[in-house]
């Protein structure tokens, strides 16, 4: 298997490598990208088409139905490697009522979510561990605010291999922490931040010789560029004005980005969508990088939704150059906005945990200041499922998060079990 049709390109330098060499970064310490011989692909809409009736496991998944720009091994090979369980084809839902709560009347949201762990993680995760099977490797680990690790703990134990995990401990969602013990990897919680654990996995795979599962690593960029794929052929390949998304560690906006200039250059599409990614306020390094026209300053990152919690992206590099090819933007919204958002997701039967609602509130922001028009056609990206962070959910509806105004609270009532006292509430 060292014949491969793809390389490695460095983003900094443009040095190039083989590509299945064991490597994340150049040698000058640039992160990599995966290069496809577009010349040589012959995708069109209507194989693309074709593959959703198929009964074939891998056109029926929502990642491995667009194998040759993601992993080109040829069908016979990925039948017999690849690491799939039913990733992708997640739901994009029409949602003009939560578009009326937040000033645009052509809203649609793909529920990333609804992947078999619950996050769109699973798209690169699915492509990661079958890069590790093809290299020989026997462990993986990654840093994770929780949802790759919960991602990442299940697609190695479909596989056979030893799981690792660095976690900042007590600052992961309990949903997630739970999938990464129940799912058996070895789980190790920091005294520290993501970014300390993120440092630490690098080293750890370094010199244990370990497969490292981060958004650094190429191959899981290649798995997520599917999302962006499959919004457009979600929409008949008419291509919507913008996607919106959140940002933490930079590696989703960077595939989706990556995703969809492939598919411009192949004809696939014939236009692109705007780009907008939405960080938290209290960890907005790209925000104010991008504000600034500077490179990424290191912040310490402090925001209710953990799993952007992230002051320190690895990926930032390869994620301007995706908004820029994009036309892009970069905003920020604070906790209460973010909490705002989710409130009216949940409350409109749709639900996703506190990250994927900066999509909803950035698109507020947006539409506010007059960059986003009402009536364009957005998409919004819902990163993660709602049970993720049930925690916060309760507390929310309980009034109980500081510095939070639960202006949409649902809070439980107490009622003694007697009928007259239930009758008189529910007519209340
Ligand atoms: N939304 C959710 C639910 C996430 O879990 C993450 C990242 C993001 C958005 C941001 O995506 O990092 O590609 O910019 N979670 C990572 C993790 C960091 O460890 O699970 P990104």
Not at 6 to 12: A, D, I, K, N, T
Not at 175 to 194: C, M, N, P, R, V
Not at 245 to 261: D, E, H, M, Y
């Amino acid at each position: 298997m060292s014949e491969v049709p793809w390389h490695l390109s460095c983003v900094r330098c443009g040095e190039t490598y083989a590509g299945l060499e064991l490597r994340y970064r150049c040698d000058c310490s640039g992160t990599l990208d995966v290069i496809h011989d577009l010349s040589q692909c012959e995708l069109t809409r209507e194989i693309l088409d074709a593959r959703l009736s198929s009964k074939d496991s891998l056109d029926r998944s929502g990642v491995w139905r667009f194998r040759e720009l993601i992993l080109p091994l040829g069908d016979e090979k990925l039948q017999e490697i690849a690491a799939a369980r039913g990733e992708g084809s997640t739901n994009l839902y029409n949602a003009s009522e939560i578009g009326r709560e937040v000033g645009v009347e052509d809203l649609w949201l793909k529920h990333e979510g609804e992947n078999p762990t619950g996050s769109f993680k699973d798209r690169g995760m699915t492509v990661g561990i079958t890069v590790a099977k093809l290299l020989e490797m026997s462990a993986v680990a990654c840093a994770s605010t929780g949802n790759t690790s919960a991602s990442m703990a299940s697609y190695a134990a479909i596989s056979g291999m030893d799981g690792l995990i660095f976690i900042p401990e007590g600052k992961i969602a309990f949903g997630k922490l739970s999938q990464a013990l129940a799912y058996g990897a070895k789980t190790i919680q920091i005294e520290g931040d993501f970014d300390d654990a993120m440092a630490l996995v690098q080293d750890v795979c370094d010199s244990e010789g370990i497969y490292l599962l981060n958004s650094i690593n190429p191959f899981r960029i290649e798995g997520q560029k599917a999302i962006g794929m499959e919004i457009m052929q979600d929409l008949d390949w008419q291509v919507p004005d913008w996607i919106v998304l959140p940002g933490g560690n930079l590696g989703n906006n960077t595939a989706i980005a990556k995703g969809l200039l492939e598919l411009h250059e192949l004809g696939i599409i014939d236009q692109l969508p705007r780009i907008a990614v939405v960080q938290a306020a209290g960890a907005n390094p790209l925000y104010t990088a991008w504000s600034e026209g500077t490179d990424i300053e290191p912040v310490k990152a402090e925001t209710i939704a953990t799993a952007i919690k992230i002051g320190n992206p690895v990926s930032w590099r390869k994620s301007m150059r995706g908004i820029t090819a994009l036309d892009g933007i970069v905003t920020e919204v604070t906790d209460d906005q973010i909490m705002d958002a989710k409130a009216i997701v949940d409350a409109a039967g749709i639900g996703a945990e506190p990250a994927s609602c900066a999509t909803v509130a950035g698109i507020r922001r947006l539409v506010q200041e007059g960059v986003i028009d009402p009536q364009q056609r957005v998409v919004g990206m819902l990163t993660g499922n709602l049970l993720k962070d049930p925690d916060i959910v309760v507390n929310y509806h309980m009034g109980e998060l500081d510095g939070i105004e639960s202006q949409r609270a649902n809070a439980p009532i107490s009622a003694p079990a007697d009928i007259d006292e239930i009758r008189r509430i529910i007519r209340q």
